[in-house]
């Protein structure tokens, strides 16, 4: 399998067939990335499209001796400012598609899928109200799988501020649990 750096290459040089693997290979995780971020479903494409777009616009600028995920995550970042400044942060969000990958098999009692569903509700909540910065630090750590350097690369900020994001996200989000396991306890 050919790596994405090399591929990069080939579509600086105008190789139509590289670009068409990249955007076969990152489809989806983009997708993924804009999903998670809480953009409304009929948009979620657009934003893909428009990243994938802007990656063939600028294939120019990308620097093979650099990795290519942070730097394909800056651009869908851009995409994202981008699409909240001018549209304004929507206010609905959907079943998260981790959300589904987590559901209880159907052998599960009732009671065991509502409480596993109930949590499943509480984190994607949780998630919902970090920070815009912390809350794409943490997707992008935790959901796309980046290293620490790749997510300080794709988000354009040093190390420490990405350590200090997903330290204060963790904080939150294990916070935000407790308090609503109290909150359930007491009902």
Known sequence: MTDDAELMARVRAGEQSALEILFARWEAPVFAYFYRLGCPPWAVGDLTE?????????RHRYD??????PWLFGIARLVWKEYLRHRGREI????QIEEVERLPSPDVGAADAAEAGEAVERLRRAVDRLPEEQRMTFLLRHYHGLSYEEVAE???VPLGTVKWRLHEAVRRLRDA???????????
């Not at 428009?50 to 600028?58: I, N, P, S």
């Open 50 to 58: 428009e990243a994938l777009v802007l990656l063939y616009r600028r």
């Open 64 to 69: 093979p001796a650099r990795p290519f995920v």
């Open 92 to 95: 609905g969000r959907t079943v």
């Open 154 to 156: 794709a988000l354009g």
């Open 177 to 187: 649990m407790a308090a609503s396991r109290k909150e359930g306890e007491t009902r």
